[in-house]
C-alpha cells in the first residue's frame, strides 16, 4: 500500500530534541521529493522544510538552524531532526510526498496522519 | 512571502448545500492547490492546477479563480465534507498555505 506514516512525536522540555521519522511504503524515497509541515493548534497548515530529490535541503525561517531534513534510501525513511525545541513548535507534523505535475513540483499528493510534538516544561 | 487569506474561517452547511470556499493572495499568482484535511486523518489533495480534481476526488468538489482569486466550490455538500479545507500557492518561493476554513455540517 502506497502511505507515509510518521513516528516519533512527544513531549519535550524547551530546548530539548526530538527526530520524526516518515516511513515511506509503496514506492522509494529515491527519485522524490518530500515536506514536512506543521499545524499548530488553532493554526493553518505550515510548511516546515523540503529535501528534493537530488538532496538540496530548505528550511522555513522560523525552524532554520535548529531542524534538519534528512532521508535513508535503505530504510525508505524521511527524517525530521528538530533541535533546541521552542514553545512555538508545539504542533502536528506531517510529511508528504511532492508530486511533479507539467513542470510544477510543488503538489503534494500524499500525506501522512501526522504525530504530535509538544514543547512544555 | 505571498499570504494566502481564506474566507470564511470557518462555516457551518447543511447537507445539499452549495458552499464556496475563497482563497486570496497577496499578489497575482498562477495557480492553487487546495487540500481538505478531516481530523485525525492525512490531509488530501483535492484540486490542482486551480481547477483540475485529482483522481479519486468527487465531481462536487471544483476549484477556478485567476490572478488574486481563488474559489473552491462544494456544489452539494454531503456529511463527509466536514473537514478543514486549505488553498497553497506555488507560484512563489517558499510555498504557502491559507490559514484554512473548517466547514461543519449541521
Known amino acids: 500500500e502506497v502511505q507515509l506514516v510518521e513516528s516519533g512525536g512527544g513531549l519535550v522540555q524547551p530546548g530539548g530534541s526530538l527526530r520524526l521519522s516518515c516511513a515511506v511504503s509503496?514506492?522509494?524515497?529515491?527519485?522524490?521529493?518530500f515536506i514536512w509541515a506543521r499545524q499548530a493548534p488553532g493554526e493553518g497548515l505550515e510548511w516546515v522544510s523540503i529535501?528534493?530529490?537530488?538532496?538540496?535541503?530548505i528550511y522555513a525561517n522560523p525552524v532554520k538552524g535548529r531542524f534538519t531534513i534528512s532521508r535513508d534510501f535503505s530504510k525508505n525513511i524521511v527524517y525530521l531532526q528538530m533541535n533546541s525545541l521552542r514553545f512555538e513548535d508545539t504542533a502536528f507534523y506531517f510529511c508528504?510526498?511532492?508530486?511533479?505535475?507539467?513542470?510544477?513540483?510543488?503538489?503534494?499528493?500524499?500525506w501522512g496522519r501526522g504525530t504530535l510534538v509538544s514543547v512544555s516544561s | 512571502d505571498i499570504q494566502m487569506t481564506q474566507s470564511p474561517s470557518s462555516l457551518s452547511a447543511s447537507v445539499g448545500d452549495r458552499v464556496t470556499i475563497t482563497c486570496r493572495a497577496s499578489?497575482?499568482?498562477?495557480?492553487v492547490n487546495w487540500y481538505q484535511h478531516r481530523p485525525g486523518e492525512a490531509p488530501k489533495l483535492l484540486i490542482f492546477?486551480?481547477?483540475t480534481l485529482e483522481a479519486g476526488v468527487p465531481s462536487r468538489f471544483s476549484g477556478s479563480g485567476s490572478g488574486t482569486d481563488f474559489t473552491l466550490t462544494i456544489s452539494s455538500v454531503q456529511p463527509e465534507d466536514c473537514a478543514s479545507y486549505y488553498c497553497?500557492?506555488?507560484?512563489?518561493?517558499?510555498?504557502?498555505f491559507g490559514q484554512g476554513t473548517r466547514l461543519q455540517i449541521k
Open positions: 508528504a510526498r511532492a508530486s511533479c505535475r507539467n513542470g510544477n513540483c510543488y503538489i503534494f499528493d500524499l
Open positions: 509503496g514506492f522509494t524515497v529515491s527519485g522524490n521529493f
Open positions: 529535501i528534493y530529490a537530488g538532496g538540496t535541503t
Open positions: 499578489r497575482n499568482i498562477r495557480n
Open positions: 492546477f486551480t481547477s
Open positions: 497553497q500557492q506555488t507560484f512563489s518561493d517558499p510555498i504557502t
